[in-house]
T-cell receptor, first 116, second 112 residues
Framework: DTEVTQTPKHLVMGMTNKKSLKCEQH?????MYWYKQKAKKPPELMFVYSYEKLSINESVPSRFSPECPNSSLLNLHLHALQPEDSALYLC???????????????FGDGTRLSIL | GEDVEQSLFLSVREGDSSVINCTYT??????LYWYKQEPGAGLQLLTY?????DMKQDQRLTVLLNKKDKHLSLRIADTQTGDSAIYFC????????????FGQGTELSVKP
């Protein structure tokens, strides 16, 4: 069982809908990440939060809006998505992000998103 | 620039050893990781090695790191059908804010 929990597991939405993806970890990790993954490709980093502050945005379109309400929770708010945004969205967490002490990232099972 | 390369496919017989290879270009790597992804699932952290080590063993898994050649390998002993999955090699770089550089993934197929 993964220690990073993502909900929902599957989501189908229209291009005009607004929905949110949720991620939770209780490992005491202070860094959390959102990735997008297409079938049989490596994950692509979208956002990094460190100590509840956004530290990296990989030029993600504004129709994706991340939020970190506290150190255990990470949300991804979705609005006006396009069909090409259909993918597996993975959340990950690690103890920290800095310097030579980069710690392993632990991934959730993802939310499979389909845009109609 | 940063680049991590893996071969795309590997097929082995059940009970044989599997060796998955990975090469990377950036010498400022701190940690190197192996992740396993089964169909429909997220990435499972299998093992990782700090860049000043050359070998790490964990049950059926052996990781070898040749820092001079920037080559990383994962050996799975006594490969089972449950080992069939995509295996991603990844590196983290010094002071890159937690970014991982992933290889394209190697799809391991284990035949009975």
């Amino acid at each position: 069982d993964t220690e990073v929990t993502q909900t929902p597991k599957h989501l189908v939405m229209g291009m005009t809908n607004k929905k949110s993806l949720k991620c939770e970890q209780h490992m005491g990790h202070r860094a959390m990440y959102w990735y997008k993954q297409k079938a049989k490709k490596p994950p692509e980093l979208m956002f990094v939060y460190s100590y509840e502050k956004l530290s990296i945005n990989e030029s993600v379109p504004s129709r994706f809006s991340p939020e970190c309400p506290n150190s255990s929770l990470l949300n991804l708010h979705l609005h006006a998505l396009q069909p090409e945004d259909s993918a597996l969205y993975l959340c990950a967490s690690s103890q920290g992000v800095g310097g030579a002490g980069n710690q392993p990232q632990h991934f959730g099972d993802g939310t499979r998103l389909s845009i109609l | 620039g940063e680049d991590v390369e893996q071969s795309l496919f590997l097929s082995v017989r059940e009970g044989d050893s599997s060796v998955i290879n990975c090469t990377y270009t950036d010498s400022s790597s701190t940690y190197l990781y192996w992740y396993k992804q089964e169909p429909g699932a997220g990435l499972q952290l299998l093992t990782y090695i700090f860049s000043n080590m050359d070998m790490k063993q964990d049950q059926r898994l052996t990781v070898l790191l040749n820092k001079k050649d920037k080559h990383l390998s994962l050996r799975i002993a006594d490969t089972q059908t449950g080992d069939s999955a995509i295996y991603f090699c990844a590196e983290s770089l010094y002071n890159q804010g937690g970014k991982l550089i992933f290889g394209q993934g190697t799809e391991l197929s284990v035949k009975p």
